[in-house]
Structures are given as C-alpha cells and as structure tokens.
C-alpha cells in the first residue's frame, strides 16, 4: 500500500499538468478512485494528433496503475459498461488487454466519422439500437439478424464502416473507427519506452527522471501515457527508494 501511494505522489505530484478532465487522481480506493483514473487518463490521451477524430481511449490495464485493488476496478468498470456509461474494445491485442472509452465520446465521433457517408443511415440505427439496449463486446450473426433487425448488407456496412471488425465466422467484435493508427502509435510507444529503460544502467530508472524526459519521436502518445501503461501492465517494478520511486524492468 505504501508502495503505491508513494507512485502516486511522485507521478502526480513532481509535474502538475492541466487536465482536460477531472483532476489529480487522489489516494483513494472503491469505485469513486475507478471514475478519477479514467477521468485522468481520458485527459492524458493526444487528442490532436488524430485531428479529434477519435474519443479518448485507455487501456484497463493503465487504471492499475492508479487503484491497487483490481478486482475494484474490474467489478465497477463492469458496472459502468452495464449501465451504458463507458464502453470497452477487443482492439487486436491479447485476449485480457482491453481498450475503454465513455460512451457518449465513442457515439459523437461515430456520428461525426459517419456524416455524410453512404452507411450514415445504417450507423445511426445501429448506435441507437444495438448500443443503447446491449452493453457487449461482440455480437454474432444471429442476434444481429434476429434480436436487432439488421440485413446482411447492413452488416457488411457497419464492417466497412469500421464498427464492426471480424471475430470469427459469424461473429464480431465492436471497434472505434479509424482505431488502427492508435494501435499502431500505442505498440511503438511502448517498445520505446521500455527500450529507454532498457538501456539506463542496471534497467532502471527513476520515476521522476522518466517523466521529465523529452519524449523520442517514436512516443506519439506521450510518456505519461506509456508510463501508466508500463506500470499497470506489470512490465516494470515499481521500487521505492530514498530518491523516490524506482521503475525497474520486470524480470520475463
């Protein structure tokens, strides 16, 4: 526990930065530390550099690093899916690594993706029938068919459209359009910064140091973003020491 305190206040509090959304994640625990770290980490994604087409998106796994209790954080993100509130992406990484995003964010930047396009029509229905009533992260041919009303070709016209991508025959997973240049700028950015850490003597380095590193041109999404990455990933240990905390390479 204290350990974690300790990243908090060092991540945190050494570089204040202007948020978007919220405010500083504080130390806290339960459902309302689940809300502050998305908000957080919703302000820390680079809206600009996908011309805001894009809703901000975060990796589970980087509300980790921010709330210690992870079946907290997995049993209300649950719950927020449920409700409506967020929405959560099998974006090609592996089978526990899922993407999430509010809800209202993700149906705005459809909308505006769809203007004007020939499948606009088809988009709308499926945002305001598929998305509205059913919370899942698939769906396969028969409940779209069946339960949700939808034609084959208009199947096909939510797969052009990007908000569907194929699972397996006769299923699919629900995506974020235009997804793929962020998937690519996340898997660069990561290898980068482990690739910093890798090379700092003995593999590791120092959380404040890290973090006030100009950011190579290979992190697009910046380094606080990879760090809560990093850390909630387990790929790094996070070490207290005298100077502050230590993230160390984990061992494979």
């Known amino acids: 526990m204290k350990r974690k305190h300790q990243l908090i206040s060092e991540a945190f509090k050494a570089k204040k930065q202007k948020l978007a959304f919220g405010s500083e994640p504080v130390e806290q625990e339960g459902p309302e530390a689940v809300e502050s770290a998305l908000q957080y980490l919703a302000s820390l994604f680079p809206r600009k550099l996908f ?11 980087q509300i980790y690093s921010l709330v210690k209790d992870r079946t907290t954080v997995d049993r209300h993100l649950s719950q927020l899916k449920d409700e409506g509130r967020i929405r959560m992406f099998q974006h090609g990484f592996d089978a526990d690594t899922f993407v999430v995003t509010f809800t209202d964010d993700y149906k705005a ?7 004007g396009k020939e499948f606009a029509r088809t988009v709308k229905k499926f945002l305001d029938s598929v998305l509205t009533s059913c919370p899942d992260i698939s769906y396969d ?3 779209m068919l ?39 700028y996340f898997i660069k950015g990561r290898k980068a910064v482990l690739g910093m850490i890798q090379k700092a003597k003995y593999k590791e ?36 020491t005298t100077t502050g905390t230590l993230l160390r390479l984990a061992d494979d």
């Open 141 to 143: 041919k028969k409940r």
């Open 109 to 115: 930047k459809v909308l505006e993706f769809a203007s």
């Open 205 to 240: 380095v120092l959380l404040s140091d890290l973090q006030n590193r100009r950011a190579p041109s290979a992190v697009k999404l910046g380094i606080p973003y990879h760090i809560h990455d990093i850390i909630g990933a387990q790929l790094v240990d996070c070490v207290p």
């Open 51 to 61: 011309e805001d087409s894009l809703p901000p998106l975060i990796l589970r796994h």
């Open 146 to 184: 069946n339960e949700f009303g939808f034609r084959d070709t208009e199947i096909t016209q939510l797969v052009n459209a990007g908000l569907l991508t194929v699972r397996d025959a006769g299923s699919w997973w629900l995506a974020v359009p235009g997804a793929g240049r962020f998937v690519k």
